[in-house]
């Protein structure tokens, strides 16, 4: 016996936390993710009834994701990637003022390069990546066809490692 | 950076790759909240839509069955399938009604995919197989293999409607039918294989679950029905039953239609994990259970 709640619930529980870090690499900010994660699931119980079509839940919850990742870049590039509290949300306590210093600096390195990415790289990137997809489900969770993952998916990394070494010459130039 | 994993090392250890605690519990119980309002939300609105389009059908039904005989009744959506046609019908009608309310509950085996939901091949098999063995046995009984999935779709209603076009056919069949006595609405679960399967002498079967709802008129009647179901499986055949379940959700909770008939109870045989082998091997337990059941009164 099913019941939507039961059911719900159960999806919500296996994907959760990879829908989550789908998110926060994608947007950078863990309250945004967290409700962006909300969001994903809530569009899912919407379109329940549609979920007999559906062949792959894991891909078809990813493509809702990447909706509501996309729909939120959109908003939020008129307000700017960058928050302020960022980088501040998770320093810990008990690590060494230098040591939490280096972590800074390269979590803001990474992140900085991550949010520069085209949102269709960054999502390749991460879904790769992160979440270990294969190419034929990218290809089945952003629409397009897998040569098109394949080439986005290298010139993403190119350009991520491009801006990354850029950054860090930049930050050992201000150093000097 | 040295290679690619390197770099999403480093990008995995830029982000807080677990969200708050607090927020995955409340994210959960606000979506069970919202599945609940959903479900309130559309019955209400369609019920009403459902009964004339059952009716509408019904009236349908009944003439193309007077004027071209049974050879439809197999591939019309609302059939009836009376699997003692030949033996015992003229002789005696059905004491045991088999129907399920969720007919499109699939198996992994069958589908091949996450998503456990078939048309054609889904539990109704369990519930055909149950109809042969009571036969077997001379226990008159009738299998409903309505297809309540394709009513939904295409009355446009959504998948917790079930029940209530589920409840006009029971309704109906039980008012052609008046010495029906039992009635099982069969399911399967949806928990991991894990916990719906135990290793008997060797062999796996499917385990049951009985499941009763606290807004029934007939619960205390439905609670014993399925109390004794129980004892007599675990006495026979101990560690296949995982119990009676007794669903209490406050007073909106559907009463599965189990306010029916007192002898009435939902059962969930195995889940979306069990092959149909292992179905079967229960489902044929379970025809043994209802056998000594009958005969104990």
């Known amino acids: ?176 | 950076m040295q290679n690619d994993k390197e770099l999403f090392d480093l990008i995995k250890r830029t982000y807080p790759l677990t969200p708050n605690k607090n927020f995955v519990q409340s994210t959960e119980e606000k979506l069970r909240k919202a599945a609940r309002k959903l479900k309130r939300k559309k019955v209400y609105k369609k019920i009403s839509i459902v009964s004339s389009g059952l009716l509408l059908c019904a009236v349908v039904m009944m003439s193309i069955v007077t004027i071209t005989g049974n050879s439809f009744l197999d591939q019309a959506e609302h059939s009836t399938i009376n699997t003692n046609s030949s033996s015992v019908a003229n002789k005696s009608q059905p004491l045991v009604l088999i129907h399920h309310t969720h007919n499109y509950e699939s198996f992994k085996s069958i589908t091949n995919k996450e998503n456990v939901y078939d048309d054609k091949q889904n539990i109704t098999l369990v519930g055909k197989r149950l109809s042969e063995k009571l036969e077997e046995k001379n226990i008159p009984n009738i299998q409903d293999t309505s297809n309540i999935f394709r009513i939904l779709k295409k009355k446009g209603l959504p998948f917790p409607s079930s029940y209530e076009v589920s409840r006009g056919i029971v309704d109906d069949i039980l008012k052609k039918n008046s010495k029906i006595e039992m009635i099982f609405d069969i399911h399967r679960d949806s928990a991991e294989r894990k916990i719906t399967t135990v290793k008997i002498k060797g062999k796996n079967y499917a385990k049951v679950n009985f499941v009763v709802s606290h807004s029934s008129d007939h619960y205390k009647e439905n609670e014993k029905f399925a109390k004794k179901l129980h004892r007599i499986m675990e006495t026979n055949f101990p560690g296949l039953s995982r119990g009676v379940v007794v669903k209490d959700m406050g007073t909106r909770q559907s009463t599965y239609n189990l306010d029916l008939k007192d002898q009435s109870v939902l059962v969930d045989i195995g889940g979306a994990e069990n092959t149909l082998e292992e179905e079967y091997r229960t489902t044929d337990l379970l025809a043994d259970v209802i056998e000594k059941l009958i005969k104990s009164k």
């Open chain 1, 1 to 176: 016996m099913e019941h939507l709640d039961d059911r719900i619930s159960e999806i919500y529980r296996q994907y959760y936390l990879d829908v989550y870090r789908f998110l926060i690499c994608f947007s950078g900010n863990q309250s945004e993710a967290e409700d962006m994660t909300q969001e994903v699931f809530i569009r899912v119980l919407n379109n329940y009834s549609n979920l007999h079509k559906v062949n792959h839940l894991k891909t078809w919850i990813f493509s809702i994701a990447k909706h509501v990742s996309i729909d939120h870049y959109r908003k939020k590039r008129l307000v700017g990637l960058f928050t302020a509290g960022f980088f501040t949300q998770f320093f810990s306590a008990d690590k060494e003022p230098s040591e939490v210093m280096e972590q800074y600096e390269t979590r803001k390195l990474v992140h900085a390069a991550i949010s520069k990415l085209k949102p269709h790289y960054r999502a390749v990137v991460i879904l790769r990546g992160i979440n270990e997809f294969s190419i034929k489900e990218t290809a089945e969770i952003l629409q397009c066809n897998e040569s098109k993952v394949k080439v986005s998916y290298h010139r993403a990394l190119k350009d991520l490692k491009k801006k990354l070494n850029f950054e860090m010459e930049e930050v050992i130039q201000n150093a000097k």
